[in-house]
T-cell receptor
Framework: RKEVEQDPGPFNVPEGATVAFNCTYS??????FFWYRQDCRKEPKLLMS???SGNEDGRFTAQLNRASQYISLLIRDSKLSDSATYLC??????????FGDGTTLTVKP | EAGVVQSPRYKIIEKKQPVAFWCNPI?????LYWYLQNLGQGPELLIR????????DSQLPKDRFSAERLKGVDSTLKIQPAELGDSAVYLC?????????????FGPGTRLTVL
């Protein structure tokens, strides 16, 4: 079993839809969490950090559930430009980073 | 502010040949990471440096891969000899430090094809 697991998708949604991705992790020593966005043949770009209290950035909401060891990303009012692969990454206090394999989102007109 | 710089962007070599990749991190970032990414998978850590010290190289195949960050700034990753299975994208990332929250910023990567 991988340390960080994501549903690979693909998720195909119409414009304006709300879509949610989950990411589960197995290392209980994990301390910091992020969502990255990766476009085809590009490098991953930081989308947002994930805080214990949950955080929102425009149409994007990230949440952390330490008890169940998962993080989530909610995208509201999907745009065509949201089409990408979304990677979650989990870091331990020792600085070890583990990426999931990503969830692919395609937003269609 | 300049981001993480990597070169070359693309490299095609014959198997058994050596190859080297170069990375210059964001100015002031003490931690530098080398990742390997295969198609359809997330980045996998090869080595992490804090300044010039390699603090995590447990996933680096040391029989053919080597890396250095001599002055704690830019870094070179080398493969010698390359194998067909080494074809992948090699990503370099940097962060201010490796303790949380340690947001990482990635370079554009080097796409390696081994023939």
């Amino acid at each position: 079993r991988k340390e960080v697991e994501q549903d690979p998708g693909p998720f195909n949604v119409p414009e304006g839809a709300t879509v949610a991705f989950n990411c589960t992790y197995s290392n209980s020593a994990s301390q910091s969490f992020f969502w990255y966005r990766q476009d085809c043949r590009k490098e991953p770009k930081l989308l947002m950090s994930v805080y214990s209290s949950g955080n929102e950035d425009g149409r994007f909401t990230a949440q952390l559930n330490r008890a169940s060891q998962y993080i989530s990303l909610l995208i509201r009012d999907s745009k065509l430009s949201d089409s990408a692969t979304y990677l979650c990454v989990v870091n331990t206090n020792a600085g070890k980073s583990t990426f999931g394999d990503g969830t692919t989102l395609t937003v269609k007109p | 502010e300049a981001g993480v710089v990597q070169s070359p962007r693309y490299k095609i070599i014959e198997k058994k040949q050596p190859v080297a990749f170069w990375c210059n991190p964001i100015s002031g970032h003490n931690t530098l990471y080398w990742y390997l990414q295969n198609l359809g998978q997330g980045p996998e850590l090869l080595i992490r440096y804090e300044n010039e010290e390699a603090v995590d190289d447990s996933q680096l195949p040391k029989d053919r891969f080597s890396a250095e960050r001599l002055k704690g700034v830019d870094s070179t990753l080398k493969i010698q000899p390359a194998e067909l299975g080494d074809s992948a994208v090699y990503l370099c990332a940097s962060s201010f430090e490796s303790r949380p929250p340690n947001e990482q910023f990635f370079g554009p990567g080097t796409r390696l094809t081994v023939l």
